[in-house]
């Protein structure tokens, strides 16, 4: 069994008829950093929430560690698994104190005093908030409030965090900030990310991205592969990384990703015209 599993889930809001996801069968490795991309109202949010329960399949069944995100009566132990961090940093301060903060969802979840200050000395060390621990979250940055958020989430020991758009509010320097800490956690930790991110060079560093449109999973796969469907990445209403947009431009058809990427095909475009005496 996978980590996170899909089982033809369809899910509606009671308010409206419309179908947000429809029969969206899925499952995620432990490990996975998996980036979600898809238009306005494609379904994203609904999709991580009912990863942790927020909201609940229609029909069909979400799993994750094999607890069914449905049943109330292990909702702790999925809590305990699923961190979210959202998009508005200010929106997830519960404490006037940083490390007060980051200690609120362990205690939640019972855990011990000693336990809890370990936890939280730890998880604010590995986003680098540690040295602010004593300040109010309320007079930091974005990027900062939302590594705190994130530590806020390492403290309870999560398996997976769940980031939905949780960059869309910062500066370049803080979504720096957030994307390499989440790297980190990925590749050291192994802790599974899903990714919600209407930023295309944010999707080239998960090592899986899935579109959504239309209710269901429209492309599944490396970046590199989804991103060199060119027509329906356009179609669905999105964009491909810059690189590979400017290299289309130069007649260069292959999915480029990234600067370095990028340079080095130029660099060789530039030679040859150098060699052939244009
Ligand atoms: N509480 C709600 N009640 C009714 N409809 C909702 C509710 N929340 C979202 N929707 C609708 O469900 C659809 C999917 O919404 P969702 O928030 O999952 O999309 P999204 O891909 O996260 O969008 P965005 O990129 O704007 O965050 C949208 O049409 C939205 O209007
Ligand atoms: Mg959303």
């Known amino acids: 069994m996978s980590f996170i599993e899909f089982k033809n889930v369809s899910f509606n809001y009671d308010e409206s008829e419309k179908i947000i996801l429809n029969n969206i069968s899925a499952s995620f490795e432990k490990g996975d950093f998996v980036a979600v991309l898809g238009h306005n109202g494609s379904g994203k949010s609904t999709f991580a929430k009912l990863i942790n329960g927020l909201l609940i399949a229609k029909s069909g069944c979400v799993t994750v560690d094999g607890i069914d995100a449905s049943d109330e009566n292990t909702r702790i132990d999925l809590l305990q698994r699923v961190g979210m961090v959202f998009q508005n940093p200010d929106n997830q301060i519960v404490a006037s104190i940083v490390e007060e903060d980051v200690a609120f969802g362990p205690e939640n979840l019972?855990?011990?005093?000693?336990?809890?200050?370990?936890r939280v000395d730890k998880a604010l060390k590995t986003v680098g908030m540690y040295e602010y621990r004593k300040k109010s979250p309320h007079n930091l940055s974005g990027g900062q409030k939302q590594r705190v958020a994130i530590a806020g989430i390492l403290a309870m020991n999560p398996q997976c965090i769940i980031m939905d758009e949780a960059t869309a509010m910062l500066d370049p320097k803080g979504r720096e900030e957030v994307m390499s800490s989440v790297k980190e956690l990925n590749e050291q930790l192994g802790i599974t990310i899903i990714y919600i991110t209407h930023f295309m060079e944010e999707a080239t560093l998960a090592k899986r991205v899935i579109v959504l449109d239309d209710g269901g999973i429209k492309l599944d796969g490396t970046p590199k592969s989804v991103f060199s469907h060119y027509d329906t990445i356009k179609e669905v209403g999105l964009d491909v990384?810059?690189?590979?947009?400017?290299?289309?431009?130069?007649?260069?058809?292959?999915c480029v990703l990234?600067?370095?990427e990028c340079a080095s095909i130029l660099e060789g475009l530039i030679e040859n015209n150098v060699d052939s005496g244009n």
């Open 258 to 260: 990234n600067a370095d």
């Open 110 to 118: 019972g855990v011990q005093p000693e336990e809890i200050r370990k």
């Open 241 to 254: 990384p810059q690189p590979y947009e400017l290299m289309r431009k130069l007649g260069v058809n292959e």
